[in-house]
């Protein structure tokens, strides 16, 4: 039996039906809201003058008390709050119809995940952030006026509008070539240092393979020179001692392209091979420096420089570097996009392909993409490479670094008093609960930066007002790790979609009732056997998933999951960057956003150690992913956190083949079970497996439970 109490005192009123409890997944993610709608006739004379004796003003305390010994004692059910508006007067009848709203302790974070809190007025003090400010590599192209830009985990390229001038000056560099050598790889690439004399309206070099240092030997042991035909993608190979030249238009260092590129034959100087009018070349020389802010690379002084190509933070310079051996010109070709880019339309080559690079095995950096033609350029991104960037990277640190779970310690209580967050609630942030093989994450708590201060290296301004709301912090959890938040037993607690999918477990699911064993006295049954029969739900499976990154390019550019399986919705689900993540391309742009930038960052902060961005790096499919800041890379989140609860069985990230660790629930049915109070977030075993609950409802007169559980395929 129930009694109701309003403001403290017990009331004659009584329910239009006995109060049923319902509880539903938010936003079908993890927490279990649970509500009543209940609507309560008062008749009785004293209890309608109550009612009729308090102003508009006042709040009206509802109370709902349940007795299991017929009225011999009785436990709070529910509270709620109502004023004269939730009333329904009948001065007539003498009654007064009240629908409470029995508010889940949800509610308020609901309604208030949009507040705004001031981060000075919250009294979470900024810490220092320790962070490797990586250099920016510059290569400069001539032919087509354009800069590529590339840092640790960061690749820009862009057209500059006017040539360059003055590039020794300003400290461009080109390959050192000794003597009279041809070097370079063999996919095309050749680079030179020599004379030149003139022939017609064309300079030319000439060149005489026989004695090449680091030719490719032949199967006679003897060493040749491979080149592909820029204008057919054909491969020629040029053997021992024959001679050839090459013309070149009229540039400071040689640069094959247009109408005036051709091989010729030293004896008759007539053309063996001439290119069509506009084609394009397969020899470029581009040159090159590093932009730094270190003082000292490899005991040489770097110069003070204060131009940087459109990159204003750096004031040093280096150059004392030779990539040659990194270049690349590749006549590979795909079917499928890699991610590059299709063949162009007016090339004189297979137009339905995509561009690839030279070859798999290695990681290829594109660069001057806009040259690209019947081949592509490339750089290739080695241990030797890694090196040039690694020695120039300037260790820094900023004052202004606020630790996620301080802020929502700060936060929760002023939302809803009630409950508390502490930076040891949960599992996922404290132990780390689901580590990969090849992922092996360690413990760590996430930090936002604001950006500007990130870029001007500075503290934060008494005066300066920083906002940040719940909703924001839970979305990018939410986006960055699939990490949402519940309330339990006074607390707000942060878990990875895995945790409530297993039972509020990371290993060994937890079932919290045993339907198959369980038997139902009327018909001596197990309570599973009346749900013989399931249905489909795929809410929660996508045909493709989009993580984005305000990166085009380089280690934190977008990843893609899409599924391979059939039995996938047909949704195109985006996760969207709200907050910055790549800290390389932050401190390069310079371009102070008023954004906050996100870090994940090693737990320092709880062992009294100043916390860090690290450098993260992982390999996918023969690629290598780089970058500080690299646990919110995309491609990791799509393999660290996204393949568990992933939409199917077999998915694809960026095009490459992938099993995930475990799958979204897409079958369901209901079961009525005897009210017993077990742990929702439990599962519930029945002949379809061990059921995650979707929603429940409470019968406390016929004291059932009816279940809405789902199961994995």
Request: proline share 5%; aromatic share 14%.
């Amino acid at each position: 039996m129930y009694r109701v109490k309003i403001d403290g005192q017990v009331f004659a009123g009584l329910p239009k039906e006995d109060p049923n409890f319902e509880g539903v997944r938010l936003d079908d993610k993890s927490a279990l809201s649970e509500t009543m709608k209940e609507t309560y006739t008062f008749a009785n004379k004293q209890d309608y003058q109550y009612f009729l004796s308090k102003n508009y003003n006042h709040t009206f305390l509802f109370e709902l008390e349940y007795s299991s010994d017929f009225g011999a004692t009785f436990t709070l059910e529910a509270t709620a709050k109502f004023t004269l508006k939730n009333c329904n007067i009948d001065r007539n009848k003498g009654l007064v119809k009240v629908s409470p709203l029995f508010e889940s302790p949800y509610q308020p974070f609901i309604d208030q995940k949009d507040r705004e809190f001031d981060l000075n007025d919250l009294g979470v003090d900024p810490r220092s952030v320790l962070y490797g400010e990586s250099p920016v590599f510059q290569m400069y192209n001539r032919i087509s006026n354009s800069i590529v830009n590339i840092g640790i985990g960061y690749f820009e390229e862009k057209n500059i509008g006017e040539k360059l001038t003055d590039l020794e000056a300003n400290h461009w560099a080109w390959n050192q070539i000794n003597g009279n050598n041809i070097n370079g790889d063999f996919n095309g690439i050749i680079h030179v240092e020599a004379g030149f004399s003139a022939s017609g309206t064309y300079r030319f070099l000439r060149f005489n393979l026989s004695g090449i240092s680091n030719g490719n030997p032949d199967g006679a042991g003897n060493p040749y020179w491979e080149y592909v035909d820029p204008n057919t993608g054909e491969r020629f190979t040029i053997s021992q001692n024959n001679t050839f030249d090459m013309y070149y238009d009229d540039l400071v260092s040689p640069v094959f392209i247009g109408d005036g590129l051709g091989f010729i034959s030293t004896a008759s100087r007539a053309p063996i091979t001439i290119l069509a009018e506009n084609a394009r070349a397969i020899y470029f020389n581009p040159c090159f420096r590093l932009l730094t802010n270190k003082s000292l690379i490899n005991n040489i002084d770097t110069l003070e420089f204060k131009g940087g190509g459109g990159i204003g933070r750096y004031t040093r310079v280096h150059s004392q570097y030779s990539i040659y051996n990194s270049i690349g010109i590749s006549d590979e070709l795909s079917d499928s996009n890699l991610g590059y880019g299709k063949v162009k339309s007016d090339a004189n080559i297979d137009t339905t392909k995509f561009y690839a690079p030279p070859n798999t095995t290695e990681n290829w950096i594109p660069i001057f993409q806009a040259d690209w033609f019947n081949v592509s350029f490339w750089l290739k991104d080695n241990a030797a490479f890694e090196n040039i960037l690694n020695d120039g990277v300037t260790n820094k640190s900023v004052e202004a670094g606020y630790h996620v779970g301080l802020l929502l310690n700060a936060i929760v209580p002023r939302i809803n008093p009630d409950y508390n967050h502490y930076i040891t609630s949960g599992v996922f942030f404290n132990t780390n609960p689901m580590p990969l093989a090849q992922l092996s994450t360690p413990n760590q708590y996430p930090y936002i930066i604001p950006q500007s201060n990130l870029i001007k290296e500075v503290g934060i301004s008494p005066n300066q007002k920083l906002t940040i709301t719940f909703g924001q912090l839970m979305n990018e959890l939410y986006g960055q790790y699939k990490v949402d938040y519940y309330l339990d037993n006074g607390e707000l607690k942060l878990e990875h979609d895995q945790y409530f999918f297993a039972g509020k477990s990371y290993s060994i699911p937890t079932v919290g009732y045993n339907a198959t064993t369980q038997t139902n006295a009327r018909n001596n049954q197990p309570y599973a056997y009346a749900t013989d029969n399931f249905d489909h739900d795929d809410k929660r499976t996508y045909k493709s998933l989009t993580i984005e990154s305000e990166s085009s390019g380089g280690s934190f550019e977008k990843c893609i999951i899409e599924s391979v399986d059939n039995y996938t919705s047909n949704k195109h689900v985006n996760v969207p960057a709200n907050m910055l993540i790549n800290l390389t391309q932050q401190l390069i742009e310079n371009n102070p956003q008023d954004k906050w930038f996100f870090a994940a960052t090693v737990l320092g902060g709880q062992s009294g150690l100043t916390p860090s961005i690290p450098l993260v790096s992982i390999i996918h499919n023969n690629k290598t992913y780089r970058g500080y800041n690299g646990y919110c890379m995309p491609i990791w989140r799509a393999l660290a956190w996204y393949m568990h609860q992933a939409p199917c069985v077999n998915v694809e990230i960026n095009g490459v083949a992938q099993v995930t660790q475990s799958q979204t629930p897409i079958r369901w049915n209901e079961i009525v079970l005897p009210f017993e109070d077990f742990d929702k977030y439990e599962l519930v075993t029945t002949l379809e497996g061990d059921g995650f609950i979707e929603s429940y409802q409470v019968d406390r007169v016929n004291n059932n439970i009816k279940l809405k559980l789902s199961y994995g395929i």
